[in-house]
């Protein structure tokens, strides 16, 4: 997974976003087809909106399933 520069500039703030998406991917991961690749795209920063994204990246990767 990876986070551009462009969406913050600290490594910190970059590396906590990565792990937050990782824990919401990681918790419905069992759900997923097995041999599918997932493409993830960090378009702003959401460590405010943490909750709700969370919650809307799961819908959405359900959706796809």
Same mark, same amino acid.
């Given at each position: 997974?990876?986070?551009?520069?462009?969406? #913050?500039?600290?490594?910190?703030?970059?590396n906590r976003m990565r792990r937050l998406l990782?824990?919401?991917? @990681?918790?419905q991961f069992e759900e997923f087809p097995k041999?599918? #690749?997932?493409?993830?795209?960090?378009?702003?920063?959401?460590?405010?909106?943490?909750?709700?994204?969370? @919650?809307?990246?799961?819908?959405?990767?359900?959706?796809?399933?």
């Open positions: 997974m990876l986070i551009s520069k462009k969406i #913050d500039k600290r490594a910190t703030s970059r990782q824990t919401a991917i @990681q918790s041999g599918v #690749d997932y493409l993830v795209i960090v378009s702003m920063p959401f460590e405010t909106l943490a909750p709700e994204v969370m @919650q809307t990246i799961i819908l959405t990767l359900n959706k796809a399933k």
